[in-house]
C-alpha cells in the first residue's frame, strides 16, 4: 500500500467495493476468532449494511493498511468494535507527527500529514492507551513499529506525545516530542458500529 496523504471527502462507497470490503472483512474474521469469540458474522454484516459511511471509514482503514477487524460488541449500545489489527502499524499511515500544530510547528523537513488530522479524516478515532494494552491481549502487535495514542491533555500542552510499542513481550508506553515522526512510527485506529 502506497500512503495516503489525502482522505476522499465522499463517504459513500460504490456496491462493488463494499461487497469486496465485506468479504475481506468477513475473512479475517473467521481467520482471528480469538480477537472476537462468541460474535457472529452475520450480525456484524447486519449492522455494516445499515451503516454505509462507517463502510467508508473501514474501508479507509483497509486501504492505508489497518487491517481493521472486530475485537468487540457493546451491549449497551449494540455497536460492534473495530480495532486496527495489522500486525505492525498501518503502513499507509506512518512517518507522521502527532497532530496539526505539532506539524505547524516544523520548521524544515515537515511529515506530510499528522495522525490526528488523518484519523478525523477518516472517521475513526486514535486508539487511547488502555485500547492499546487491550489489543495487545489478544495477541502481539508492533513488535517492529510504534504506533501514537491518544495523549493526555496536560502532556500534549507542554510539547510531547505518547506512542506504544511492543519489545520483550512487553507493552511499553514511551513520549516524544510531539512534532517528531519516524519511518516506522504510525498509527492505529477504532471505529464503533
Same mark, same amino acid.
Given at each position: 500500500?502506497?500512503?495516503?496523504?489525502?482522505?476522499?471527502?465522499?463517504?459513500?462507497?460504490?456496491?462493488?467495493?463494499?461487497?469486496?470490503?465485506?468479504?475481506?472483512?468477513?475473512?479475517?474474521?473467521?481467520?482471528?476468532?480469538?480477537?472476537?469469540?462468541?460474535?457472529?458474522?452475520?450480525?456484524?454484516?447486519? $449492522? %455494516? #449494511?445499515?451503516?454505509?459511511? @462507517?463502510?467508508? =471509514?473501514?474501508?479507509?482503514?483497509? +486501504?492505508?493498511?489497518?487491517?481493521?477487524?472486530?475485537?468487540?460488541?457493546?451491549?449497551?449500545?449494540?455497536?460492534?468494535?473495530?480495532?486496527?489489527?495489522?500486525?505492525?502499524?498501518?503502513?499507509?499511515?506512518?512517518?507522521?507527527?502527532?497532530?496539526?500544530?505539532?506539524?505547524?510547528?516544523?520548521?524544515?523537513?515537515?511529515?506530510?500529514?499528522?495522525?490526528?488530522?488523518?484519523?478525523?479524516?477518516?472517521?475513526?478515532?486514535?486508539?487511547?492507551?488502555?485500547?492499546?494494552?487491550?489489543?495487545? $491481549? %489478544? #495477541?502481539?502487535?508492533?513488535? @517492529?513499529?510504534? =504506533?501514537?495514542?491518544?495523549?493526555? +491533555?496536560?502532556?500534549?500542552?507542554?510539547?510531547?506525545?505518547?506512542?506504544?510499542?511492543?519489545?520483550?513481550?512487553?507493552?511499553?508506553?514511551?513520549?516524544?516530542?510531539?512534532?517528531?515522526?519516524?519511518?516506522?512510527?504510525?498509527?492505529?485506529?477504532?471505529?464503533?458500529?
Amino acid at each position: 500500500m502506497t500512503q495516503r496523504n489525502k482522505i476522499s471527502s465522499k463517504k459513500d462507497l460504490p456496491q462493488e467495493q463494499r461487497e469486496e470490503l465485506l468479504i475481506a472483512l468477513k475473512a479475517r474474521f473467521e481467520k482471528n476468532k480469538n480477537r472476537h469469540q462468541g460474535l457472529e458474522w452475520a450480525k456484524v454484516q447486519e $449492522k %455494516l #449494511e445499515a451503516n454505509t459511511e @462507517k463502510m467508508w =471509514s473501514l474501508n479507509e482503514m483497509e +486501504a492505508t493498511g489497518g487491517e481493521p477487524d472486530v475485537v468487540g460488541h457493546d451491549k449497551k449500545t449494540g455497536e460492534y468494535i473495530f480495532y486496527d489489527c495489522s500486525a505492525e502499524s498501518p503502513k499507509g499511515r506512518r512517518s507522521v507527527c502527532y497532530d496539526r500544530e505539532a506539524l505547524e510547528s516544523r520548521k524544515k523537513h515537515k511529515p506530510e500529514n499528522n495522525a490526528v488530522d488523518m484519523a478525523t479524516a477518516m472517521g475513526i478515532e486514535l486508539l487511547t492507551e488502555a485500547q492499546y494494552r487491550e489489543l495487545q $491481549k %489478544l #495477541e502481539p502487535f508492533d513488535m @517492529k513499529t510504534s =504506533s501514537w495514542v491518544q495523549t493526555p +491533555a496536560e502532556i500534549r500542552k507542554l510539547g510531547g506525545a505518547i506512542f506504544c510499542d511492543r519489545r520483550y513481550d512487553t507493552v511499553f508506553v514511551y513520549h516524544n516530542g510531539a512534532e517528531s515522526y519516524y519511518g516506522a512510527r504510525g498509527f492505529r485506529g477504532s471505529l464503533r458500529v
